[in-house]
Antibody, heavy 117, light 111 residues
């Protein structure tokens, strides 16, 4: 079964850090570009980062550039998102997504991040 | 405010057809044939329904179809079923700087 499972979410104070992980199974992880997409409470979806299968190309949305870092370990079939200097507006459900054919093909069920004092 | 504009809600009776619009600009929807649509039951993983404007992934019924004209893309669901009731989001590639933009989502109600 094709599956993505996110972990690492939780409650963090403004200015704090959190590292999200995503475990992939059921498909050849290294051949997929991967993204992080978030959904803020009561609002829509927002793309925030992209990484190619070989990690040779990485991109971020302006809203997280300089604060978030995406990485992957193909040997462990895992994707990561290091989030620093968190703000209240980063409160969201974060989805790990497998990207192919210019579409978000495979989604996890998400992990909730709450930034609050 | 989302980059792409969708109606907040649409509704239809079982067996009927509904169309959800997604309006962008000449920098996203109008520029690329990389519009996709996602079905999202709250608390579950979003599901790809349409990609590349009108292509259906394996396993998606042909009741779901997509199209585009100018800066507006559309998702049409024919033969509405109760299980279609949920949220739908459109998404478009927007170039190498912005990358991806989403719509604000449309809640489909099956009456």
């Amino acid at each position: 079964e094709v599956q993505l499972v996110e972990s690492g979410g939780g409650l963090v104070q403004p200015g704090g850090s959190l590292r999200l992980s995503c475990a992939a199974s059921g498909f050849t992880f290294s051949t997929y570009s991967m993204d992080w997409v978030r959904q803020t409470p009561g609002k829509g979806l927002e793309w925030i980062s992209y990484i190619t299968g070989s990690s040779n190309s990485i991109h971020y949305a302006d809203s997280v550039k300089g604060r978030f870092t995406v990485s992957r370990d193909n040997a462990k079939n895992s994707l990561y998102l290091q989030m620093n200097n968190l703000r209240a507006e980063d409160t969201a459900v974060y989805y790990c997504v497998g990207d192919a054919s210019y579409a978000f093909q495979i989604w996890g069920e998400g992990t909730m991040v709450i930034v609050s004092s | 405010q989302s980059a792409l504009t969708q109606p907040r809600s649409v509704s239809g009776s079982p067996g009927q057809s509904v169309t959800i619009s997604c309006t962008g600009t000449s920098s996203d929807v109008g520029a690329y044939d990389y519009v996709s649509w996602y079905q999202h039951h709250p608390g579950k993983a979003p599901k790809l329904m349409i990609y590349a404007v009108s292509e259906r992934p394996s396993g998606i019924p042909d009741r779901f179809s997509g199209s585009k004209s100018g800066n507006t893309a559309s998702l049409t669901i024919s033969g509405l079923q109760a299980e279609d009731e949920t949220d739908y989001y459109c998404c478009s590639y927007a170039g190498t700087y912005t990358h991806w933009v989403f719509g604000g989502g449309t809640k489909l109600t099956v009456l």
